[in-house]
């Protein structure tokens, strides 16, 4: 068995090295290349203020990207007997180099090692959920603005209530987006703040140079306050996860609202056979699974927050083993967001729209404001207007005029698609994507 880091004159029973390391093994196998970097700026940063040679930072530098290489080929394991991602890759530089791999955890503690390791790979996985909200959102506006002539009922209490479009219908899930963008740039912006340097959650009495690894590493600023720092490990977790679970909402509510409208009793919408699934026994059935499986998924999602507010909010501040349970439902969740994304975009865009659902006399109530609102516009009091037009309804006299003109800001005549596209560019161009590329390119490939 391997021995630990901590390691002194004895050592943890089988049952408690089990419980304590937990699913550590796999869950830092996420953070393993986040690690390396984080240490490939600790390294040179120490050796900037004389705690390791010239030489030494070269080797350990060399080493440390062969074992990147190592990761990113999916050769990395943590080992039976190691605790985790830091313990692992420590460990290989010693097997490796010899001694000069114990002198890399000078003046850092495993504690600001996951802090930064999880902000490394959060920053990635948000641009990642970034990039992949504008293609659903520019899928979106292209289906809004492809269908921005065909009507479809709108409804309120699940009862028709007025003329609304699909350009209405899937250019309001775009919008949406860009609130959500804003959530995930706060969280992106939270994230993008080193806190390496805090050590155990008290710093160091080391002359660290703590400007120097946030330049390396591209980050914005530092958490600067080394007790703040560790209070950020799950902040920065539920943070993230707001903005995540705000996505997952929209979604969520795009996909009930799609299974509803595919359904027979609506059919305002098709999927392509391909696009659907079938019974073991009903042969004619054509299922949208896709949208109920996001559905589920991100009203699953939606709970992230929650899951991680119920470990982190009542421990004190400074660092507590509770905070590692947080990695077994912030990790996975990412990929869960981003498959549900990529589905959403790919199904979107094969969806079919109903041109003649107006056909159906069951909608043609939904005319019922826009007469009320001719008769106003020709002079009649509204109240009057409102009074006529229901007395002529419950006559059995009302012939509705399938037309409508709405031109104001938002509404069905005048989409305002490429004001909202504005307000997502400008959104974007609030990320800094290219500046921590060059950083992380810089540190990596060493030029
Ligand atoms: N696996 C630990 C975590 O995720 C790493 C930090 C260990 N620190 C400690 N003081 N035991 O929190």
Known sequence: MATKLWEKNFTPTAEIERFTVGRDRELDTYLAESDVMGSMAHITMLESIGLLTADELKLLLAELRNILQEIRQGQFVIEEGVEDVHSEVELLLTRRLGDVGKKIHSGRSRNDQVLVDLKLWTRRQLREVVELVKVLFDELQAQSEKYK??????????????????????????????????????????????????????????????????????????????????????????????????????????????CLFNSQNFAFVKLPNECTTGSSIMPHKKNPDVFELTRA???????????????????????????????????????????????????????????????????????????????????????????????????????????????????????????????????????????????????????
């Open 149 to 258: 002539n065909v009507l479809m009922p709108g409804y309120t209490h699940l009862q028709v209530a007025m003329p609304s479009s699909f350009g209405l219908w899937f250019g309001a899930y775009a919008e949406s987006l860009t609130d959500d963008m804003l959530f995930l740039q706060a969280a992106y912006k939270m994230v993008n703040r080193n806190p390496l340097g805090s050590a155990a959650g008290y710093g160091s009495s080391f002359p660290l140079n703590r400007q120097m690894t946030t330049d390396l590493l591209g980050f914005d600023s530092m958490d600067y306050n080394v007790v703040y720092a560790q209070m950020g490990r799950g902040k920065m977790e539920r943070n993230v996860a707001f903005a995540l679970a705000s996505v997952a909402g929209t979604i969520a509510k795009l996909a009930f609202d799609a």
């Open 297 to 447: 998924k991100c009203n699953k999602l939606q709970a992230l927050p929650q899951q991680i507010m119920l470990i982190m909010n009542n421990l004190p501040s400074g660092y507590f083993r509770d905070l590692q349970i947080i990695k077994e439902v912030f990790l996975p969740a990412f990929a869960e967001l981003k498959d549900c994304l990529q589905m959403t975009a790919y199904i979107i865009n094969k969806m079919q729209v109903n041109d003649h659902i107006l056909d159906d006399p069951r909608y043609d109530l939904m005319f019922s404001v826009e007469e009320v609102n001719r008769l106003a516009a020709n002079g009649m009091p509204f109240r009057d207007a409102y009074k006529k037009v229901g007395l002529d309804i419950e006559a059995g006299q009302f012939t509705p005029v399938k037309e409508v003109h709405h031109t104001h800001e938002g509404s069905i005549g005048n989409l305002c698609t490429a004001e909202v596209a504005t307000l997502m560019d400008n959104v974007l161009n609030g990320f800094s994507f290219e500046k921590v590329e060059e950083a992380e390119r810089k540190l990596t490939m060493g030029s």
